[in-house]
């Protein structure tokens, strides 16, 4: 549970524990990610899918967020070595080793359940298991790069990157990645650039 809401459970799931769990957090995603910045038209289909290689990363993780027995939100990760290779090659382009990086994949959660320290609980339990796999030397994630006057973007959006430097995450100059999905209101798929972020374990 989580200090701020006794009603909030926090729970690690790996290995044959994350299988029952991918239709919720398939849904959260499409949910969490329609809102700015990541403004994402998201389909049942890509997300089974790609959950689906996800869980089958011997790996990874999934940090299952409950409010009684629903899933409010969740945060993944798994070894970066196996990830798409579109992951890693910005950092082996720059000399990193990606069998030592541990890629903190995507944090969802609900509007309604923000504020009680999930983000942190988040990131600790991914960090933790980071260190008990062993051989990792940092801990990354990427984050959508969007103009400041985007159209969609909202009056009162406050961007996590302060929340991210207290966590000891600084951005990896130079390493970025792009990745293509559909906007809401736009009709074809187009390429984001997506700036990582990096922090020694």
Same mark, same amino acid.
């Given at each position: ?5 006794? /009603?909030?459970? =926090? @729970?690690?799931? !790996? ?5 029952? =769990?991918?239709?919720?957090?398939a849904k959260?995603?499409?949910? @969490?990610?329609? *809102? ?6 998201? /389909? ?9 290689k ?8 999934? =940090? ?13 990760g ?5 990830h ?12 990193? *080793?990606?069998? +030592?990086?541990? #890629? ?16 942190? $609980? ?5 960090? !933790?298991?980071?260190?008990a ?8 994630? /990427?984050?959508v =790069? ?10 009162? #959006? ?12 600084? +951005? $990896?100059?130079?390493? @970025? ?5 559909? *906007? ?7 390429? +984001? ?5 990096? +922090?020694?374990?």
């Open positions: 549970m989580t200090g701020k809401n006794p /009603s909030i459970r =926090v @729970v690690p799931l !790996t290995g044959a524990d994350l299988k029952p =769990v991918l239709p919720a957090l959260l995603r499409i949910t @969490v990610f329609r *809102d700015f910045p990541y403004l994402y038209d998201g /389909s049942l289909a890509y997300e089974e899918d790609y959950l689906a996800f869980a089958a990363s011997p790996g990874a993780i999934c =940090v299952a967020a409950y409010d009684s027995d629903t899933i409010v939100g969740a945060s993944t798994a070894p970066m070595a196996e798409a290779s579109e992951f890693g090659a910005p950092f082996v382009a720059k000399g990193y *080793d990606i069998a +030592k990086l541990f #890629y903190c994949s995507e944090s969802v959660l609900l509007k309604s359940h923000r504020g009680h320290g999930l983000g942190h $609980a988040f990131f600790d339990h991914r960090e !933790t298991h980071a260190r796999l062993g051989g990792f030397t940092h801990t990354t994630f /990427s984050s =790069v969007r103009p400041p006057d985007h159209p969609l973007r909202p009056a009162n #959006y406050q961007p996590l990157d302060a929340f991210w430097t207290k966590r000891g995450y600084a +951005k $990896a100059e130079g390493i @970025v990645a792009a990745f293509s999905w559909k *906007d809401i209101e736009q009709p074809v798929e187009t390429e +984001k650039q997506m700036q990582f972020w990096i +922090k020694a374990l």
